[in-house]
């Protein structure tokens, strides 16, 4: 099931979205989560980036006190070189450095695709339209 399926149909209680642009951001409980490709241990500066809305849910989900409040929370998926996933990882980031890091259990090569190909389960699609495109004129009809 796509997460903002499972969040739009109310799926899991706990999972929720902040942020539906490209930079994605949800929540898991209150906790903000955003999602980067590359290495846990070596984050970039982009993947460092918070938005507005994910300091803000942070500011209500943690305390002052707490040293949750200024960590960036993400999973890292990790790639092999033709983009098949190796590993992913729940990571805390703070200044570049996942202070906290954590495996997240997954079936390798359970046929969900590579990061950036299509899966490879078959999809049913209509048959494309196939014809002569119009050429314009020079007057434009």
């Known amino acids: ?7 739009d149909d109310g799926t899991y209680d706990w999972l929720d979205v902040i942020d539906r642009t490209l930079q994605l951001i949800f ?8 999602i980067y490709r590359g290495e846990a241990e070596e984050p970039t500066d ?3 980036r918070q938005s507005l809305n994910e300091l803000r849910q942070l500011g209500f989900s943690f305390d002052k006190r707490d040293e949750g409040r ?6 890292a998926v990790e790639t092999d070189i033709d983009g098949s996933v ?7 980031l703070r200044g570049g450095t996942a ?3 954590w495996n997240v259990p997954i079936e390798i090569g ?3 695709g590579a990061v950036g190909r299509p899966a490879t389960e078959s999809v049913e699609l209509d048959a494309p339209f196939i014809g002569v495109r119009e050429r314009k004129t020079e007057t434009g009809e």
């Not at 099931?1 to 969040?7: C, E, I, N, T």
């Not at 929540?27 to 955003?34: F, K, L, Y």
Request: proline content about 5%; aromatic content about 8%; charged content about 20%.
């Open 1 to 7: 099931m796509h997460p903002l399926r499972a969040v």
């Open 27 to 34: 929540t898991i409980g209150e906790v903000p989560v955003r």
């Open 46 to 48: 982009r993947t460092m």
């Open 70 to 75: 200024d960590l960036a929370f993400r999973f």
């Open 86 to 92: 190796l590993a992913v990882k729940f990571v805390g």
């Open 99 to 101: 202070i906290l890091n």
């Open 110 to 112: 359970s046929g969900s």
